[in-house]
C-alpha cells in the first residue's frame, strides 16, 4: 500500500512539473517600440470664476543627466547624451486649457538606465502659481533586432504617487469699495472721490488687465498703467453706490483713501 501511495505520489508531482513548464512557455515577451519623443501634460488653471488669465509662456530648465546605470563601461552621468524640453504658450484668458510639453530624446549609443531632473522656471506674473517641484525623467535603452530601443517616463510626482502631468493655477478675486454718508449734515447726493491703489508684490508683474465698472460702463486699469509696481484709479461714490474691482492677482494688496 506504501509503495502504491509513494508511486501516485511520484505521478502528481511528475504532472506538476510539466504543468508549469507548460505554463511557462506561454509567456509573451514583452515588445517595445522606440521613442523619439516623451510627452508631459500640463493643466492651466483658474481659481475663481469670472477672472481672465494672463498670457504666459511656461518654460523649463536644461534636463541634467543625475545617474547611469547597466550601460557600457565609461558611459557616465557626465558624458550621457541629454534631451531637450520645449516651452508651452497659453493665450490670455485660456486657464482651463490642458497642453502636451513634448521632450525629444537624444541618440544613445549603449543600453542602459538615464536619470534626468529638470524644474519648471518660475515666472514673475502675479497670481501665478508656479510648479517648484523637481521633475524626473527615466529613459531606459535596450538593444532592439533593429537597434537600440528609447522608454521614456516622465514622473512629476511629489507625494509618492505616479504621476506624468501637473498644473498651474492662476488666482484673482474682487475688492468691493462702496460709500455711506450718515448724519444730519451728510449730503447723500455729493459725489465723493475715492483714490483706489494697488500694490504687485515685489518681484511680480501684473499682466492682465483689472476691471471696474462705472454707470455701466466697463473700465481697465491695464497692465501698461502700472509703474514700479503700483497703479492708481480715482473713482467718484455717492452714498450707497459700490463699485467692484475684479481680476485682482492675489498678493496685489490695496488702499482705498478718500
Known amino acids: 500500500?506504501?509503495?502504491?501511495?509513494?508511486?501516485?505520489?511520484?505521478?502528481?508531482?511528475?504532472?506538476?512539473?510539466?504543468?508549469?513548464?507548460?505554463?511557462?512557455?506561454?509567456v509573451e515577451t514583452p515588445v517595445?517600440?522606440?521613442?523619439?519623443?516623451?510627452?508631459?501634460?500640463k493643466t492651466y488653471t483658474a481659481t475663481n470664476e469670472g477672472t481672465v488669465s494672463p498670457a504666459e509662456?511656461?518654460?523649463f530648465t536644461a534636463l541634467t543627466c543625475v545617474s547611469v546605470t547597466d550601460a557600457a563601461e565609461g558611459v557616465t552621468a557626465a558624458n550621457a547624451p541629454v534631451p531637450t524640453i520645449a516651452t508651452v504658450d497659453f493665450a490670455a484668458d485660456e486657464a482651463t486649457a490642458t497642453k502636451d510639453i513634448t521632450i525629444t530624446l537624444p541618440e544613445y549609443t549603449s543600453v542602459?538606465?538615464?536619470?534626468?531632473?529638470?524644474?519648471?522656471?518660475v515666472g514673475n506674473t502675479a497670481g501665478v502659481t508656479y510648479h517648484d517641484d523637481e521633475i524626473t525623467l527615466k529613459?531606459?535603452?535596450?538593444?532592439g533586432a533593429d537597434g537600440k530601443i528609447r522608454v521614456a517616463a516622465v514622473h512629476t510626482e511629489s507625494d509618492g504617487q505616479k504621476s506624468d502631468d501637473f498644473e498651474n493655477v492662476y488666482s484673482a478675486g474682487t475688492l468691493a469699495v462702496s460709500k455711506t454718508v450718515t448724519g444730519n449734515l451728510g449730503d447723500q447726493t455729493k459725489d465723493f472721490i475715492v483714490k483706489v491703489t494697488f500694490t504687485a508684490p515685489e518681484g511680480k508683474v501684473v499682466k492682465e488687465a483689472i476691471s471696474y465698472v462705472v454707470d455701466g460702463e466697463t473700465l481697465t486699469i491695464?497692465?501698461?498703467?502700472?509703474?514700479?509696481?503700483?497703479?492708481s484709479v480715482d473713482i467718484a461714490l455717492k452714498?450707497?453706490?459700490?463699485?467692484?474691482?475684479?481680476?485682482?492677482?492675489?498678493?496685489?494688496?490695496?488702499?482705498?483713501?478718500?
Open 1 to 26: 500500500m506504501k509503495k502504491l501511495f509513494a508511486m501516485l505520489l511520484a505521478v502528481v508531482m511528475i504532472f506538476s512539473l510539466a504543468t508549469v513548464s507548460f505554463a511557462s512557455e506561454d
Open 239 to 258: 452714498h450707497g453706490e459700490t463699485i467692484t474691482f475684479t481680476n485682482i492677482p492675489y498678493g496685489v494688496s490695496y488702499t482705498v483713501v478718500e
Open 32 to 41: 517595445y517600440e522606440d521613442m523619439e519623443t516623451v510627452t508631459v501634460t
Open 222 to 231: 491695464a497692465p501698461e498703467a502700472w509703474e514700479n509696481g503700483v497703479a
Open 57 to 59: 509662456t511656461f518654460s
Open 112 to 121: 542602459g538606465i538615464y536619470t534626468y531632473t529638470f524644474s519648471e522656471v
Open 139 to 143: 529613459v531606459t535603452v535596450i538593444q
